[in-house]
């Protein structure tokens, strides 16, 4: 399984990127579709979730300006990021998660630079 993100972008404070995930195979094998972030000097944290039932989750700190979304067609998952702060600064990372009885499989692809300038 490979993930490819793509969106990578310097913009300023205000404004939106959106984030493209690609999948080397049908998205709807996977239970689970997550971004996370690692800003520098910071641990990973969990950003937003899609599950394959089409359920989304998102961190406290961009519920309301954060969108998860997918295109089945595509083998897609995006993140449509509006109202940007330097606080997102990060490197975005996309996951993938096939939840098994003893332990999931994840799968990460590589991850794509957001710069949010003050």
């Known amino acids: 399984v490979q993930l490819q993100a793509f969106g990578e972008g310097l913009v300023q404070a205000g404004g939106s990127l959106r984030l493209s995930c690609a999948a080397s195979?049908?998205?709807?094998?996977?239970?689970?579709m997550v971004w996370y972030r690692q800003a520098p000097g910071k641990q990973r944290e969990f950003v937003a979730t899609?599950?394959?039932?089409?359920?989304?989750d998102y961190a406290d700190s961009v519920r309301g300006r954060f969108t998860i979304s997918r295109d089945r067609a595509k083998n897609s998952v995006y993140l449509q990021m509006n109202s940007l702060s330097p606080e997102d600064t990060a490197v975005y990372l996309c996951?993938?998660?096939?939840?098994?009885?003893?332990?999931?499989?994840?799968?990460w692809g590589q991850g794509t630079q957001v710069t949010v300038s003050s």
């Open positions: 899609i599950t394959d039932s089409g359920n989304t």
């Open positions: 996951n993938a998660v096939r939840v098994r009885a003893i332990v999931d499989q994840k799968y």
């Open positions: 195979e049908t998205i709807f094998s996977f239970n689970r």
